[in-house]
Structures are given as C-alpha cells and as structure tokens.
C-alpha cells in the first residue's frame, strides 16, 4: 500500500467527502486528511503553509463547483503559490459537460503540479489508479 504523508479534499458536500476519506483509507496509507469547504478557505490555508515552508499536501482532490470559489478559482490562484514541489491535483466533479474536461487541460499546460481529471463518484478501482498514478507524470483520465 502506498503511503501519503497528507491528503487535502476540497470540497462542499461533506458526503462525498466521508466517501473521499473512506476510500482513501482502504487503498493508501496516509498520516493525515486534511478537508475544506470551499476554495477559498482552502487557497488561504494552503497559501499561509507554503509561505511558512510548511508540509504542503502529497494530493489534493478538488471539486469543481463550490459556492464561494470554485475549484478552477482555487486552481488559478494555487498554482502561483511559491511551491517548491510537484503536487498531485485530481480534479473531481459529476458534470459530463466537456468544457470542465477542457479547462482542467488548460491548467495541465500552465502548471507543473500533476493534474489529472475524474469524474464523481469516485470508487475503490478509480482511487487506487489514481494513488498509483500520483508520482508518475501528469495523466488526464475519466471513467
């Protein structure tokens, strides 16, 4: 089983969230989950941790439509952050629209984060392709 040091989920559904966390515990080894509720609350503390050189996320899953800030809102501002490491980003959401699948590769060509793309809800098989996945180069799938 892999192991994470932390895992952050941004999302505001807090059952997907449970879903997110359950499934996570079944298929990586992971000190800490870390979630919030909105893009905003996210970006402001992910933004105090890098600028404090603190232990940033191993992975984000990143919901695309919240109320407050998005998550391409959260995206936009994340990845001008002073990061000194690659971050796995899995974006997540339930819309079949292709413009979402678009404009997640249109942040995999302005960053050097991993950003991949699936779609909700997320289960054992795809979250443990997507762990695996984590460490290898940037991979955009779909279910």
């Known amino acids: 089983m892999k192991k994470l040091t932390f895992i952050a989920i941004i999302d505001d559904d807090p059952i997907t969230v449970f879903g997110i966390k359950k499934i996570l515990k079944m298929t990586v080894d992971v000190h800490q989950i870390v979630s919030y509720e909105n893009g905003e609350i996210a970006l402001e503390e992910l933004s105090k941790i890098a600028k404090s050189n603190g232990l940033l996320p191993d992975m984000i899953f990143l919901d695309i439509n ?75 799938s779909s279910k």
């Open 66 to 140: 919240m109320p407050i800030m998005d998550g391409y809102q959260f995206l936009e501002g994340f990845i001008e952050l002073p990061i000194g490491r690659d971050i796995n980003i899995d974006i997540m959401t339930s819309s079949i629209d292709p413009y979402d699948k678009n404009k997640c590769l249109q942040f995999v060509n302005r960053t050097n984060h991993k950003v991949t793309f699936n779609n909700k809800p997320l289960d054992i098989e795809s979250m443990t392709k997507i762990i695996n996945q984590s460490n290898k180069n940037t991979v955009i």
